[in-house]
């Protein structure tokens, strides 16, 4: 098990720019792939951009593509992800999660998850 904790959002207008973190606990942060996911108002969680263990491999969701940036810091432990040309419909609550093996980009196949933090773009 990891625990996650997100950080970094806020409200930001639109072609703006924010850079959330998710810090993880744990020794073996280094073996879990790591994805990004947001939900909206009335909506599900969403799949947003995932990177492996190594950071080697990177997926995105086709909707935030040449925008949002993935990254991870094993020395830090943490994992981030970069948004620019930030845009109203991009307003959601950001979650970070974990998953041991290989990278996926399906929601129910991580079984570790932070808090949350809202991202709100103003139009």
């Known amino acids: 098990q990891v625990q996650l904790v997100e950080s970094g959002g806020g409200l930001v207008q639109a072609g703006g720019s924010l850079r959330l973190s998710c810090a993880a606990s744990?020794?073996?942060?280094?073996?879990?792939?790591m994805g990004w996911f947001r939900q909206a108002p009335g909506k599900e969680r969403v799949f947003v951009a995932a990177?492996?263990?190594?950071?080697?491999?990177?997926y995105y969701a086709d909707s935030v593509k040449g925008r949002f940036t993935i990254s991870r810091d094993n020395a830090k432990n943490t994992v981030y992800l970069q948004m620019n040309s930030l845009k109203p419909e991009d307003t959601a609550v950001y979650y970070c999660?974990?998953?041991?093996?290989?990278?996926?980009?399906?929601?129910?196949?991580?079984?570790?998850w932070g808090q949350g933090t809202q991202v709100t773009v103003s139009s």
């Open positions: 990177l492996s263990w190594s950071g080697g491999n990177t």
């Open positions: 999660a974990a998953r041991s093996g290989i990278v996926v980009v399906i929601t129910s196949m991580y079984d570790n």
């Open positions: 744990g020794r073996t942060f280094s073996s879990y792939a």
